[in-house]
């Protein structure tokens, strides 16, 4: 069975409220204030049972141009709205902002309730409904029902139910698929359940025990307990007004415009790209860089509209835009919005989300800017995903991919296989996961690199490679140290390049010195084995050999990681040849004294305790003797 949300709409006490206490039993206006004044100041929520046993949640919004923000909070979790407009009144300036409202949000489906029809005649009555024809020409109720009813007296209300189940029946319900999205439009807590939050589910579903985030904060928790239409429920779907206990969250850690969704399915941005209308009603033309009242779901943000393509819009058109919000918000593509001018605080246009997490800020009057904007919004989902992951510049999963893209899961694996099968994509597996790119950064990335390293192997041509997380620091910052790894690894399995475990160097690259170089090394190698057990120190072999600093600890870096040099010591280095014969005549000694000590070995090497000493505690660390107290005797390497 469908699942829908029924919303009221229209003028201050145009008799929302007591339509909704009609129909269900139930007075939707819970606080104090809204009993003393008579009017709705906050939503109110109710459950319709129709004739065909078919549940219906329903939201019961405001009606005062003080409170639309209140009603915007509701407006977009609707299916089906209510216009409700007074008989003895006919349509008032709120029923004209709540219709554009509900133009904005396009609610496609509704029905509009003429109430108080007690209170005039037939003739007046017929009037009311011309009127209300004319007022809807053009828009997206032009054809919607009329019914006429008195909430007084019960007149009308068995055939609004009836009329309800028909166009509910036509209504199209929410997808259940992809990830649970539910914006918060209250936050209260409950003494022994604690934490508790309701809204109506926009995707997917919620089960007992589930993880989930919230948004923009950036909050875990879990799902204790949940409800639909007061019943405690195992599963809550899309299409439901749901009451979710939050477990290990206090209240003041939320609030309305949060929304809780499935672990990283949503993530919180400050910018947001748009295709943005601006009402026909609107006093003025909106200037570019016009501070504005965004709500979008449940949540009023302040910010500002960038608009790409011209210096101001005029009442009546559209423009590609980029909204650059105050505090973060949570979007997916298309979500539809509203827009409030900031002061005075009148309704003025909105539109569809397009990106809801564009990488950058779009430079102005850039025509592949508008084409790449342009084909998000209408492009097929292969041209969507092509074009998300050429702007995000990074390795993606595919669930990122749904959530960016607003895209469903199905939709988002054939788009990937297609595109895979073009060559446009490039599949990176590792970790147990697969991570994908567009095959046009990825030979951007590798071009880059191989530039970078050939570079790097011509200044340091002694050195195994670029060390590898320099590399990301200073050229690949939005990779993460995982993702690098990876996409390195892929580009050696593709021969692009070659790895060790520090650094990174083309394929083709072997370390070593140059002509001149290799004559400075043969000069350092006599030196050492003259020298035989009294080596000298680097300074002076650079000193001797007339190399500066750099070129020296370059040279004595590439000796090491060759081998040909072994540091023993601070400051002490031995050739490996010589470091060898001393190991072995260490060892041919204590295999005939079975012990040794610095003194001995001094004599041993015919070398100073200066020496003697390092080289002991060299073989100590290479248990090649085992020290206890001043003597040392035959070590695990030895054994």
Excluded at 143 to 172: H, N
Excluded at 190 to 204: A, K, L
Excluded at 512 to 541: L, R, T, Y
Aim: proline share 4%; with cysteine.
């Amino acid at each position: 069975m469908k699942h829908l949300i029924i919303g009221t709409a229209g003028h201050v006490d145009h008799g929302k409220t007591a339509l909704v206490k009609a129909m269900t039993g139930i007075d939707t206006d819970r606080l104090k204030e809204e009993k003393d004044r008579g009017i709705s100041i906050e939503l109110g929520f109710a459950s319709l049972s129709l004739p065909s046993g078919r549940r219906a949640g329903i939201v019961d919004v405001p009606g005062h141009e003080r409170f639309i923000k209140n009603m915007l909070a509701g407006a977009g979790g609707f299916d089906l709205v209510l216009l409700v407009i007074a008989a003895d009144e006919g349509v008032m300036p709120q029923t004209r902002e709540h219709l554009d409202i509900i133009q904005l949000l396009q609610v496609k489906k509704g029905i509009v309730v003429i109430t108080k029809s007690d209170l005039v005649d037939e003739e007046w009555l017929e009037l009311v409904k011309e009127e209300i024809g004319d007022f809807l020409k053009g828009t997206v109720l032009e054809d919607a029902p009329v019914a006429v009813v008195s909430s007084l007296t019960g007149k009308g209300i068995k055939e609004l139910l009836k009329l309800i189940d028909e166009v509910a029946e036509a209504t199209q319900a929410r997808l259940c698929a992809g990830a649970p999205r539910l914006p918060v439009d209250r936050v209260f807590s409950i003494t022994g359940f604690g934490t508790v939050v309701t809204g109506t589910m926009v995707s997917g579903m919620l089960r007992v025990g589930d993880a989930v985030e919230i948004q923009p904060q950036g909050l875990t928790s879990r799902v204790r307990s949940l409800q639909v239409h007061g019943e405690k429920v195992e599963v809550a779907k899309a299409g439901q007004r749901v009451a979710v206990n939050l477990a290990g969250l206090e209240v003041d850690q939320l609030e309305r415009g949060s929304v809780v969704a499935g672990p990283k399915s949503v993530f919180p941005s400050q910018r947001i790209d748009v295709r943005l209308v601006l009402l026909k009603s609107a006093a003025r033309p909106l200037k570019n860089r016009a501070r504005v009242r965004l709500y979008l779901g449940t949540r009023e943000t302040l910010g500002r509209v960038i608009l790409l393509d011209r210096e101001e819009l005029e009442p009546g058109f559209w423009a590609y835009a980029q909204i650059e919000l105050e505090e973060k918000t949570v979007a997916v593509r298309g979500d539809h919005f509203v827009i409030r001018s900031y002061s005075p605080m009148q309704t003025i246009g909105g539109g569809t989300v397009i990106d809801p997490l564009p990488g950058r800020k779009h430079k102005r009057y850039r025509k592949e800017v508008l084409d790449a904007l342009a084909m998000c919004e209408k492009g097929a989902p292969e041209e969507v995903v092509e074009h998300y992951l050429l702007s995000c510049r990074g390795l993606k999963e595919a669930d990122e991919i749904v959530s960016a893209t607003s895209l469903r899961s199905d939709e988002v694996l054939k788009a990937v296989n297609e595109l895979t099968s073009a060559g446009k994509l490039k599949t990176i597996t590792g970790d147990g996961r697969i991570y994908l790119v567009s095959m046009d950064i990825y030979r951007q990335w590798a071009d880059e690199i191989e530039k970078l390293l050939t570079g790097y192997h011509r200044d340091y041509p002694l050195r195994e490679g670029y060390p590898k997380e320099e590399l990301r620091s200073r050229r690949f910052q939005a990779l993460s140290s995982k993702a690098f790894q990876l996409l390195l690894a892929e580009m050696e399995r593709d021969g692009l390049l070659k790895l060790t475990s520090q650094a990174v160097a083309l394929s083709s690259f072997t370390p070593g010195p140059n002509p001149e170089m290799e004559k400075k090394v043969k000069i350092i190698f006599d030196i050492f084995g003259k020298a035989s057990f009294q080596p000298p120190s680097w300074e002076e072999i650079c000193r001797e050999t007339g190399m500066d600093e750099t070129d020296g600890t370059e040279l004595l870096q590439y000796l090491i990681r060759t081998g040909d040099i072994v540091k023993v010591g601070e400051a002490l280095y031995f050739k490996s040849d010589i470091l060898k014969k001393a190991r072995e005549k260490v060892a041919a000694y204590l295999g005939e004294k079975g012990e040794i000590t610095v003194g001995e070995m001094r004599d041993l090497l015919q070398t100073s305790r200066k020496y003697a000493l390092p080289l002991l505690e060299f073989f100590d660390r290479e248990r090649v003797t085992r020290r206890v107290g001043d003597k040392r005797f035959p070590g695990r390497a030895l054994e």
